[in-house]
Nanobody
Framework: QVQLVESGGGLVQAGGSLRLSCAAS????????IGWFRQAPGKERDFVAA????????RYADSVKGRFTISRDNAKTTVYLQMNSLKPEETAVYYC????????????????WGQGTQVTVSS
């Protein structure tokens, strides 16, 4: 089992940056793909990015390519999401999740979820 705790959310102006962290506990952390998802009020939880267990391979939603970067430090059992050039429509609760399947985009493929961290982008 894996426990996940997100941090780093907050209020930022449009065009600004934030770095989210996802701290994991539990065995076999390097064996999990870690994904980031976001959910705005009244909307579905959407895929943002994912990173393979060894950190070599990544996958991004088209809407964030070139602006967001996912990375991981397995020694610290932490995954990061660097978000640049943020837009007001990206205001949402951001969740990290762990999957035993390779680079999953589908939220149904994730077994463990954190509680989420709020990101608010003001215009």
């Amino acid at each position: 089992q894996v426990q996940l705790v997100e941090s780093g959310g907050g209020l930022v102006q449009a065009g600004g940056s934030l770095r989210l962290s996802c701290a994991a506990s539990g065995r076999a952390f390097p064996g999990y793909t870690i994904g980031w998802f976001r959910q705005a009020p009244g909307k579905e939880r959407d895929f943002v990015a994912a990173i393979s267990g060894n950190g070599v391979h990544t996958r991004y939603a088209d809407s964030v390519k070139g602006r967001f970067t996912i990375s991981r430090d397995n020694a610290k059992t932490t995954v990061y999401l660097q978000m640049n050039s943020l837009k007001p429509e990206e205001t949402a609760v951001y969740y990290c999740a762990a999957s035993g399947k390779y680079l999953q985009r589908n939220r149904d493929g994730y077994d463990y979820w954190g509680q989420g961290t709020q990101v608010t982008v003001s215009s």
